[in-house]
């Protein structure tokens, strides 16, 4: 372990790899700020780049991106009222009356630092619970595995999205379509059409791509129809110098709020399928319901952004501990991250602390030097990405959809990729427009092939005889746990409504 | 959106129906297995969708209907409940308009004719067409702002592709 952990600061501390978490900070910083797009759509436009780097520094470099994005999605909450990501929109509820009453430099300070801690705290809790949680899921068979992900994928379906059903089918046609390309077993081509170019399967960059990035550039450009792209932003910072400073008194009194925020935010992250936005609201919540001063919440109180950031960030890297434990990834941003893995040739989830262990701690040191830079690029930055937020839809939207283009057609198989990538934003489209959660299809799509050798094995294990779980307790929790939730969410909203309506009267009443 | 998802999971059954017996036994090419034939894999998947599919058809069916003053919705039994009926009376709130469709198509339109363009012509020539022909399809007039951004981008993202990553664009 101390050889493996020696060998990583050597292979982290390079020009190289310092360099591109720099640089990937400073692009999801970017991305982040500018609103409408979000640090999951940067990922996918930047995988395909990252394709001849070498796995740490494409690692670091992404993880970089996925800070600096859940970073700089509070500038233009704060600035503009406008959050870059949904996870930012409660800072706006007192971010943008901060910069209202002037004191907008004072309130992306206070949004910066309770970043950078909660996303500290978080990569500290990631280091000290991935490598404990990955031995005990060493232990698990594909019994076990196959039930893990029956239960992860009915979760995120479940509150995901507004419809439990359209959920599940989100998440089954992901499943689905990770099955075109060659079995597994037998080697024959499986739901290719005679595309030679589907052997290998649908390339994941042209559906995250698709679905993610271009189909949300598509939703952008109808959501402005009636002229809204080549408005100018305006934002109203007075520059008030004597408000800019945030003096150590004030940050102290922060500093509660902020740990208890991270610690929602880690809790919340760690579950696949919550997100950073329900960290933020929870936390935002409870800050208030603490607070000396509750009435000043939503007037630009300085708790609530600290609160809203300190969670929002500290969900980033938790997210990541069920990846490293057992492969299992509960976001977007992370179903990406796994796709790099993927990309390089290695297998997120125990194994990896066994086969690459000097890999895994490069990472969890690039991330702590990320968190660094994070901290270092907002404060040199800061008033340059305030103006970046300016920059006109018309602008951003045209470049997005080339790099769409590029993207796809560097990783994702040529201009097959990219006529591939047109049909998965056409689908991503109309699956933003009805509410069939893409985090649940692209989750669903990225676990595909494991769930698909999985489920084999354990049915060849267990003879297909449901009788033989017995000896699998570990399955039988999880399985239960699946079916409460199916039975819970689909009686939820399968109940006669006027039931429902009288369950909601007596609650209401008692 | 009740009708749009019942819709949707009409639209899903079939689809799940057609996999499971046409799709899937004609695009899957059988051979010697030791474990589970490669049809398995996908018709358990396709037949999820159908179980949810149902399930989404079963949950908008019972759903009250909306009355057209908007705030009123009557149920199986004939007795009149008030709902929230915004998706259902207010175009700005029904998730896709015909307005907000016609951009889509138009943009997509857009997109997929630069692409074949692209395709045909290289991308040195046709990614800055791509990029004004949606700028100005979104508004922009100034060319001042349209020359630098059709020409930035494609120039920098093909230095990095073909000198930095060394890889071949069309």
Not at chain 2, 100 to 127: E, H, N, P, Y
């Given at each position: 372990m101390i050889d493996a952990f020696t060998g990583a600061i050597a292979d982290v501390f390079t020009v190289t790899v310092i360099a591109y978490i720099f640089l990937g900070v400073t692009i999801g910083y970017l991305v982040g700020a500018l609103p409408g797009m979000n640090r999951a759509t940067a990922i996918a436009l930047l995988l395909p780049f990252t394709?001849?780097?070498?796995?740490?520094?494409?690692?670091?470099?992404?993880?970089?991106?996925?800070?600096?994005?859940?970073?700089?999605?509070?500038?233009?909450?704060?600035?503009?009222?406008?959050?870059?990501?949904?996870?930012?929109?409660?800072?706006?509820?007192?971010?943008?009356?901060?910069?209202?009453k002037g004191q907008a430099q004072k309130a992306l300070k206070i949004g910066l630092i309770a970043s950078v801690f909660g996303d500290i705290t978080s990569t500290v809790v990631l280091i000290l619970l991935a490598q404990p949680l990955a031995k005990i899921a060493i232990g698990t068979g594909p019994v076990e595995l196959t039930a893990i992900l029956i239960f992860a994928i009915t979760f995120i379906a479940a509150v995901s999205g507004k419809s439990f059903f359209k959920g599940l089918i989100a998440g089954f046609l992901g499943l689905l379509l990770a099955s075109c390309g060659l079995d597994i077993e037998t080697g024959l081509p499986r739901l290719t059409f005679g595309y030679i170019e589907l052997y290998d399967g649908i390339p994941l960059l042209a559906v995250a791509i698709g679905t993610l990035a271009l189909s949300e550039v598509l939703v952008q450009i109808d959501r402005g129809w009636r002229g809204g792209y080549a408005q100018k932003r305006n934002t109203?910072?007075?520059?008030?110098?004597?408000?800019?400073?945030?003096?150590?008194?004030?940050?102290?009194?922060?500093?509660?709020t902020m740990s208890r925020s991270s610690l929602v935010g880690i809790v919340v992250g760690i579950i696949p399928g919550l997100g950073?936005?329900?960290?933020?609201?929870?936390?935002?919540?409870?800050?208030?319901?603490?607070?000396?001063?509750?009435?000043?919440?939503?007037?630009?109180?300085?708790?609530?952004?600290?609160?809203?950031?300190?969670?929002?960030?500290?969900?980033?890297?938790?997210?990541?501990?069920?990846?490293?434990?057992?492969?299992?990834?509960?976001?977007?941003?992370?179903?990406?991250?796994?796709g790099a893995f993927l990309m390089h040739g290695l297998t997120p989830g125990p194994f990896l602390f066994r086969d690459d262990?000097?890999?895994?701690?490069?990472?969890?040191?690039?991330?702590?030097?990320?968190s660094l830079v994070l901290l270092l690029v907002g404060v040199v930055g800061q008033r340059f990405f305030?103006?970046?937020?300016?920059?006109?839809?018309?602008?951003?939207?045209?470049?997005?959809?080339?790099?769409?283009?590029?993207?796809?057609?560097?990783?994702?198989?040529?201009?097959?990729?990219?006529?591939?990538?047109?049909?998965?934003?056409?689908?991503?489209?109309?699956?933003?427009?009805?509410?069939?959660?893409?985090?649940?299809?692209?989750?669903?799509?990225?676990?595909?092939?494991?769930?698909?050798?999985?489920?084999?094995?354990?049915?060849?294990?267990?003879?297909?005889?449901?009788?033989?779980?017995?000896?699998?307790?570990v399955a039988i929790v999880f399985l239960i746990a699946a079916v409460v939730s199916v039975w819970r969410f689909s009686s939820m909203q399968l109940l006669d409504p006027n039931k429902l309506q009288r369950r909601q009267h007596n609650e209401n009443t008692n | 959106m009740r009708k749009a998802d019942l819709i949707g999971g009409i639209g899903f059954v079939i689809f799940a129906l057609l996999m499971i017996l046409r799709i899937i036994p004609g695009e899957t090419e059988s051979g010697t297995t030791y474990g589970l034939s490669p049809y398995f894999y996908p018709t358990v998947m396709s037949a999820g969708i159908l179980i949810c599919g149902i399930g989404l058809v079963w949950q908008n069916w019972r759903q009250p209907r909306p009355h057209n003053n908007g705030d009123q919705a009557v149920n199986?039994?004939?007795?009149?409940?008030?709902?929230?009926?915004?998706?259902?009376?207010?175009?700005?709130?029904?998730?896709?308009?015909?307005?907000?469709?016609?951009?889509?198509?138009?943009?997509?339109?857009?997109?997929?004719?630069?692409?074949?363009?692209?395709?045909?012509?290289?991308?040195?020539?046709?990614?800055?067409?791509?990029?004004?022909?949606?700028?100005?399809?979104?508004?922009?007039?100034?060319w001042r702002v349209i020359l630098p951004t059709m020409l930035l981008p494609v120039g920098i993202v093909y230095l990095i592709v073909t000198h930095v990553l060394q890889s071949p664009l069309p």
């Open positions: 394709a001849s780097m070498a796995p740490l520094v494409a690692l670091s470099f992404l993880i970089g991106v996925n800070k600096g994005g859940a970073a700089g999605s509070a500038v233009s909450a704060i600035l503009i009222n406008v959050p870059g990501e949904p996870s930012s929109v409660v800072t706006t509820l007192d971010g943008y009356p901060m910069t209202q109203q910072d007075t520059g008030n110098a004597a408000d800019a400073t945030l003096p150590w008194v004030e940050l102290r009194r922060l500093l509660p950073a936005t329900l960290a933020s609201f929870l936390s935002y919540t409870w800050a208030r319901r603490l607070s000396d001063h509750p009435a000043l919440f939503g007037q630009g109180a300085p708790e609530g952004v600290a609160a809203s950031e300190a969670a929002d960030n500290a969900s980033v890297p938790a997210t990541l501990v069920p990846v490293f434990a057992i492969g299992l990834p509960g976001s977007l941003a992370t179903a990406l991250l796994m262990a000097a890999l895994v701690y490069g990472i969890f040191i690039g991330m702590m030097l990320a305030a103006r970046v937020i300016l920059v006109r839809d018309t602008v951003i939207l045209p470049v997005i959809v080339f790099l769409c283009v590029i993207g796809a057609y560097l990783e994702g198989g040529g201009m097959f990729g990219v006529y591939l990538m047109l049909v998965f934003a056409f689908v991503g489209y109309f699956m933003k427009k009805y509410d069939y959660s893409f985090v649940t299809f692209l989750v669903g799509f990225v676990l595909g092939p494991m769930a698909e050798l999985s489920l084999r094995q354990a049915m060849i294990l267990t003879d297909g005889r449901a009788a033989s779980l017995l000896d699998h307790p | 199986e039994a004939g007795h009149e409940i008030e709902i929230d009926t915004d998706m259902e009376t207010n175009p700005e709130a029904a998730p896709l308009t015909a307005s907000q469709l016609m951009m889509f198509l138009i943009a997509m339109a857009v997109i997929v004719t630069s692409v074949w363009l692209i395709q045909r012509f290289g991308i040195v020539v046709f990614a800055p067409v791509l990029i004004a022909a949606l700028m100005i399809f979104l508004g922009e007039r100034d």
